[in-house]
């Protein structure tokens, strides 16, 4: 699951630039292009970017100052973190519960993972991965976590419009943020933007227990790591838009790893006292694994059953803990 969420992840990401580089033709840093005329990146520029140009021009002119089209970029950034914000906690607040809940089914699961990796045959791997299922739907939980990505598609339309107002407006395109132009690559807008996401990224690791840190680092970084890629590859506006919503990041993250991560786990600590986790499989489960086939389901001579549907999850229940009380 988790490398699911990871390889979904670093697809987007590698999508980005592909779609910029996409909405507009090779051109040196610092010129401005034509706006495209063809009939996907044309409709998209007259939706999304085009309004956001005439955004950035509208604060730009109620500012006025020679930095204003600049500080238009970091007040839109803002504003759009701040609207998606709710829904970004809400998602890591299901995603930390998920992480949570495996935590505490992690014992049963790497036996039925050791058992998948010594099994020979595909009966004995549909067994394994049966006694997987059982093992989340006793608990009640899923094997996949419930994702949205309303978040994630709110913010890629405002990122590419953002490169498409500054790259076909001569005005943003040259306009200087405190001497920085706007239409290239700077390094100074390039660190200033990464750092939010390093701290964003150390943050996180304090909320993962010491024994995984060490393994989580390369995966905290990599973050910061494409966000200095896409500011040196992009113009500086981008960066703008980069280091601002890293402002907002650094909040949200502050607040999943010191108040939402600890109540998640302070409630299951709870539940789990009156509630135990439901035992489907244990060290023994797979002793007899040669049985644990349509010939041990057959004879009936095995001590475990080839379909976990047939394991008395009621008694299982009650040899723990009683009937499990539904969450609040």
């Not at 980005?16 to 998209?44: E, I, R």
């Not at 690791?205 to 200095?228: D, H, S, W, Y």
């Not at 002793?287 to 047939?310: C, E, I, L, Y």
């Amino acid at each position: 699951m988790h490398k699911s969420k990871k390889v979904f992840t670093l697809g987007i990401v590698g999508l980005l630039p592909l779609l910029l580089a996409a909405c507009s033709p090779t051109t040196k840093q610092g010129v401005t292009l034509k706006p495209p005329t063809d009939p996907f990146f044309g409709t998209f520029y007259k939706v999304i970017g085009l309004p956001l140009q005439h955004l950035m021009e509208w604060i730009a002119g109620f500012v006025g100052t020679s930095s204003s089209y600049g500080i238009a970029i970091i007040v839109i950034t803002l504003l759009v973190r701040l609207i998606v914000l709710p829904l970004m906690l809400r998602q890591q607040r299901t995603m930390t519960a998920y992480q949570e809940k495996q935590k505490i089914l992690q014992p049963q699961l790497k036996i039925v993972q050791e058992a998948t990796k010594k099994a020979k045959t595909p009966e004995q791997q549909l067994a394994a991965n049966n006694y997987m299922r059982k093992i989340y739907s006793a608990n009640g939980t899923s094997m996949i976590p419930s994702m949205g990505c309303l978040p994630m598609l709110i913010q890629l339309p405002i990122f590419s419009g953002l490169y498409q107002a500054i790259a076909y407006s001569p005005e943003i395109s040259r306009a200087t943020f405190f001497g920085i132009q706007l239409g290239h690559s700077n390094f100074i807008v390039t660190i200033l933007a990464t750092l939010p996401y390093i701290v964003v990224s150390l943050i996180m690791l304090q909320g993962v227990p010491p024994e995984q840190r060490k393994a989580m680092q390369t995966t905290a970084f990599l973050n910061p790591i494409m966000t200095f890629i896409f500011c040196m590859m992009y113009n500086a506006g981008l960066g703008l838009y980069f280091g601002a919503g890293g402002i907002i990041l650094i909040i949200q993250q502050a607040i999943v790893t010191y108040i939402v991560t600890p109540n998640i786990r302070k409630r299951l600590d709870e539940e789990m006292e009156e509630n135990p986790p439901v035992i489907v499989v244990n060290e023994h489960t797979f002793d007899d694994w040669g049985k644990v086939t349509a010939t041990a389901s057959a004879t009936g001579n095995s001590h475990q059953p080839a379909d976990p549907d047939a394991i008395d999850h009621n008694k299982l229940r009650k040899r723990n803990a009683g009937k499990q009380r539904p969450r609040k």
